[in-house]
């Protein structure tokens, strides 16, 4: 309706004005009633609407914020710049879905039934550049039932009140994403986020000193991710005794990391993040530690529960204690750590075998193959060797190096993968006897294949030499299967 200026509604259950591009007023004819009978109420790109007494922004009838919409079920509200919502959002316990948008006051709010409800100040034409996340705004419908809530884009919020967080006594899940600017909170009582178990704050404005405070008033927390935050500088985690995984991505003021008081914390994943030592705690069971090139030193003496250790370009890692008590070891990947050859080559022969349940190693270098403790992994089944991140230029691998492959009896599946320069596998790979998996992968130089263990079950070639693959093909017998580009030969 094009031209409809202003309309006139008596009492309904559902209502709703889509596109009429002249409408300035809506009234009632008794606002009552149509406010305790609604349940729902759809606005769409009405934008010059500036009056709908419902909203209270009349001067009529006043509704006691307690009673406002009370049997609403869906209220949406899209694209109308002048349209002044001076309530906060409904109480009902009915209330399905709530989304706002493209109004004054109000960022865009996207609420719905499964307990999920998203607040993001877009920055367009119709924002007012959220600044404040007050009650007002946070009084959203039936809190103690909603789980998640996810803060985004508010790219001016400069604070957020805990007087409407502490209404979310089962929110599990917070979310804060993109809001750069330095942001705080107001004292909060005692346990305000009583149930929440996961936060994640992305690409933000926090420092240590408020998210302390979010820390402090979580007691459930279980679950911490940290990514892109430039203000951060420490992180102590004295009150976090639940917390069981930690992610920290480029945090790159981040120098200062406690850990001593995380009694079940089992993944701890860094990346990028400026911390130049970092000692384990028992119960940790997953370490992973990437491209953190101040990183010098990792002590792992009470990390007597890790089963998997990835660490990939610590150019600055020179020191790693503790590799004797890691007895439960099982996955170990080093890539590009070039300062860890002298460490793990000074490692002193064992009278009992070091890292006995240690299944799985992947290296970046040939080189590795000759230190003292790759000579004592007696019980590795699975070896990767992957040139991905490195640059080298060796053709094969040295007499020493292969003779410390060739220690490794216990091998079942071997993995030569992105070693472009490669062109020779070790001549004495025949003597692997336990060897049932041989994979060689983005290896373009090779051209052919050494004699091949006796009991080898499987050969995979992957974006291989097309003579490499002829050889592979050759070899397809009752006991041997050929695998090339992931088709096997028959």
């Known amino acids: 309706m094009p031209k409809v200026v202003k309309i006139s509604v008596p009492s309904l259950e559902e209502l709703l004005l889509i596109e009429m591009p002249k409408l300035e007023t809506c009234s009632c004819t008794s606002m009552r009633e149509l406010n305790s009978c609604l349940r729902v109420l759809k606005i769409k790109n009405c934008t010059v609407l500036k009056e709908f007494d419902l909203f209270g922004n009349s001067h009529e009838f006043k509704i006691e914020l307690k009673s406002w919409l009370p049997r609403i079920w869906e209220l949406i509200i899209h694209n109308c710049p002048l349209l002044l919502v001076s309530h906060p959002l409904p109480s009902s316990s009915t209330v399905s879905r709530i989304s706002m948008s493209g109004i004054p006051k109000f960022p865009r709010i996207d609420s719905r039934s499964c307990g999920s409800l998203t607040i993001e100040d877009r920055f367009d034409k119709f924002s007012d550049n959220l600044s404040v996340l007050d009650g007002n705004i946070l009084a959203f419908h039936n809190p103690r039932f909603l789980t998640k809530l996810t803060i985004s884009r508010c790219r001016n919020l400069m604070y957020i009140s805990f007087k409407g967080l502490s209404q979310l006594v089962s929110l599990k899940r917070l ?68 917390l069981q995984k930690l992610r920290v991505y ?33 119960s940790l ?23 998997e250790l990835d660490i990939w370009r610590c150019a600055s890692l020179s020191t790693l204690v503790g590799f004797q008590s890691l007895g439960s070891l099982r996955r170990l990947i080093l890539h590009d750590c070039c300062g860890l050859h002298s460490c793990l080559e000074g490692l002193p022969e064992q009278d009992y075998e070091l890292c006995p349940r240690l299944e799985f190693l992947e290296i970046s270098d040939f080189s590795f193959l000759a230190t003292s403790f790759c000579k004592q992994l007696t019980s590795l089944q699975r070896l990767v060797i992957s040139g991905f991140a490195e640059k080298t230029t060796a053709e094969g691998l040295t007499d020493e190096e292969e003779r410390g492959l060739l220690l490794l009896g216990s091998l079942t599946e071997l993995q030569f993968a992105y070693y472009r320069p490669l062109k020779y596998l070790p001549a004495g790979l025949y003597r692997l006897r336990s060897l049932q998996v041989l994979d060689i992968s983005f290896c373009p130089s090779i051209s052919g294949l050494p004699d091949l263990p006796p009991f080898l079950e499987e050969l995979k070639v992957f974006r291989g030499s097309e003579e490499l693959k002829r050889q592979s093909k050759s070899l397809v017998s009752s006991k041997l299967k050929v695998k090339i580009d992931d088709q096997y030969v028959s």
């Open 285 to 307: 069971r997953q370490l992973r530690l990437h491209a953190s090139q101040y990183l010098e030193s990792l002590h792992l003496y009470s990390c007597t529960a890790l089963q």
């Open 250 to 282: 480029n945090c790159e003021s981040l120098g200062t990391l406690e850990l001593h008081s995380c009694t079940a914390m089992e993944e701890l994943v860094i990346r990028g993040a400026a911390v130049c030592m970092l000692r384990g705690s028992q």
């Open 175 to 242: 979310e804060i994403v993109d809001c750069p600017e330095p942001f705080g909170f107001n004292v909060p009582p005692d346990h305000a986020l009583p149930s929440l178990e996961y936060l994640e704050i992305f690409s933000c404005g926090i420092t240590w000193q408020w998210l302390s405070v979010i820390l402090q008033h979580a007691p459930a927390l279980t679950e911490l991710n940290l990514k892109n935050c430039p203000e951060l500088e420490s992180l102590q985690l004295n009150s976090c005794t639940t």
